[in-house]
C-alpha cells in the first residue's frame, strides 16, 4: 500500500483512508483517481492499497468499484500529459511481481499529474527508481515470452498455448501474436493466474479473466503425429554422455521448461 504524495501537505494525527482496490489494473486506476480528487480538492492524500488478507488495527477501508469507463478516462488524460512511452512503463510496472511495484506506480501517476512525464527520470526517488526497475523486469520477462511461446494445434481447428509467468505478461505480449497470427483462432493461458489472450480473426483479441479449461484438449491429427515424430526425432538426437542440466538452465530457466514442446510431448 502506498499513500500518494501531496505537495504541501504533512502528514497529521488523523488516520489516513485506505482506497483498497481488487488487484486489476482497472480498478488499481480508478483508486487512484479517487485518490488524486482528494488532493486535488485539498483534502488528505488516501492510501491506494491492493486486496488485503485481513483488515490492520485502526485501518479503514473502503472498496472502490471496478469501472472500466472510469480508468480509461484516467488512462487517456496521462497519455495526454505524459505520452505514450510514459504510460506504457506505467503498465509495465504494475504487472511486476516486485514487491510494493504496485504503490510505487501509484506515487509516479500522482507526480506525473502534476509535473508531467520528466517524473519518470527522477531515479534519485525510490519510488521511481522501483517503478524504473519493475518495468525493466516485466519488460524483459514479456520480450522472453514473445520467442517461448508454442502453439499446438486443437481439433476444433484453433491453437493453444499455455504459458506460467512471474510477471503478469498477457497483455503486454497480445499485440505481438494478435499481428503475427491475425487469421487464427488462438489462446495463450497464463495457467498461475487462470487468465488468457483469446484471439478471434474477426474480432481481435481480449484477456479473459477466471479462465479455465475443461476437460482435457484434444490435440489434431496433424498435433499428433507432429508431436510423436519430434519426439522420436529429440530422443535420437540426444547424446546422454554429453547431457549438461547446468549449461541447459543457463540458456534457458528450468521453471520454463513445463511449457516447452520437448518436454511435454506426452501431454
Known sequence: MHQINQPGRHADSVPPRFLEHDGSFPCFLCATAEALNEVIAGRPSPVVSGPAIAEELFEQRETVARDDR?????????????GNEAI????????????????AVATAIARIWVEGACVLNDLG??????????AVRTRAEAHLMTGLVRFSGLSDDSWYSSIQPDCDILVLIADHFAS????????????????????????????????????????????SRLRETWSRYFRSVAIGERTNPRLQVSHMPKKYWGDLPETRLKG
Open 70 to 82: 472510469r480508468a480509461a478516462t484516467l488512462w487517456t488524460r496521462l497519455e495526454r500529459r505524459a
Open 88 to 103: 506504457r512503463t506505467l503498465l509495465e510496472a504494475f504487472c511486476s511481481d516486485l514487491p510494493g511495484a504496485n504503490e
Open 125 to 134: 526517488s525510490p519510488e521511481i527508481l522501483a517503478v524504473e526497475k519493475a
Open 180 to 223: 503475427r497470427f491475425p487469421g487464427m483462432n488462438w489462446i495463450i493461458h497464463d495457467r498461475g493466474r487462470h487468465t488468457a489472450i483469446i484471439h478471434r480473426p474477426e474480432a481481435g483479441w481480449k484477456v479473459v479473466e477466471g479462465f479455465a479449461l475443461e476437460g482435457k484438449l484434444a490435440w489434431s491429427d496433424d498435433e
